[in-house]
């Protein structure tokens, strides 16, 4: 087990900013949990842990994996979390590629400008839990390996793939060829009622927490979609959050897409 230098903790201190993952093209899963899932899906720079960690989890780590030992002061040094954890891990950032294909086999979620790291990681769960293994964002949207991103993904991040585009492009030529790009506005067709096509592949814009779906994004929107409030015609917020939003609408599509196939 190596010795944790000074410059060790300032890297790993410096991967909770943008600056300091550009420059080291790495990011850092913080905690027990997070760390044992994913610790086989990146490829990994080091691990740093208290000894008390190893000896609990020694057996769950693969042969080659350079371990750092690091007291409660270390990691309290280089913690992004408000609770130092007894493990850090620092991977380097994948080069993911987005295949248009995907579209015609399986939905894929695009983001229009999340500006929450909590929004994104809680829709990056969402999509996991019901099976699009796609994300495509807009240059505009938040980093998802901004360490609070990656605590809301809850680990889902090993099995979604997230890609960052200039969105608009890619739906125009997706538009183009055929799919379907579907997203919610106020005055749509009601996403609850049998009658709305909702279809089983394609793309399913989510729009800015605050703005909803740009003005160039929604001239992409071939099916446009509304969750109505309840009851109908009382007083409401003027919104749901963003990941409320991609929970109900997904998940309303999964289920037609279900209740399709059985019979």
């Known amino acids: 087990m190596d010795k ?10 410096a991967l909770g900013t943008s600056k300091g993952r550009r420059e080291s ?17 990146f490829d990994v720079v080091t691990v740093v842990a208290t000894a008390a960690w190893y000896d609990a989890n020694r057996g769950r780590l693969h042969a080659g994996i350079e371990l750092c030992q690091a007291t ?8 992004s979390l408000s609770t130092a954890p007894d493990v850090i891990a620092v991977y380097r950032i994948p080069l993911v590629q ?33 099976g699009i293994r796609h994300i495509v964002c807009s240059r505009e949207t938040v980093d998802i390996y901004n360490p609070k991103t990656i605590q809301s993904t809850m680990g889902a991040l090993s099995r979604v793939a997230v890609t960052y ?26 996403i609850f009622d049998e009658s709305t096509p909702l279809p089983s592949t394609g793309v399913i814009v989510i729009g800015n927490e605050g703005n909803g779906i740009s003005d160039k994004i929604a001239d992409l929107v071939t099916r446009r979609l509304t969750i109505p409030s309840y009851p ?15 929970a109900i609408t997904v998940s309303t599509f999964r289920q037609r897409e279900l209740k399709w196939q059985r019979k």
């Open 72 to 79: 409660r002061e270390d990691l309290e040094r280089m913690t």
């Open 232 to 246: 109908p015609g009382e007083p409401t917020g003027e919104s749901l959050n963003a990941a409320v939003a991609t």
């Open 98 to 130: 987005f295949d248009p294909s995907a579209t015609r086999t399986n939905l894929v979620l695009a983001l229009d400008t999340i500006q929450d790291p909590g929004n994104l990681g809680t829709i990056v769960r969402i999509a996991d839990w019901f």
């Open 25 to 41: 093209d790495c990011f850092k899963v913080e905690g027990t949990k997070l760390v044992l899932d994913t610790i086989g899906h």
């Open 165 to 190: 585009h200039d969105l608009a492009d890619l739906l125009g030529q997706l538009r183009a060829d055929g799919v379907d790009v579907c997203g919610t506005f106020l005055g749509g067709d009601d």
């Open 4 to 13: 944790l230098s000074k410059s060790r903790i300032k890297s790993v201190k």
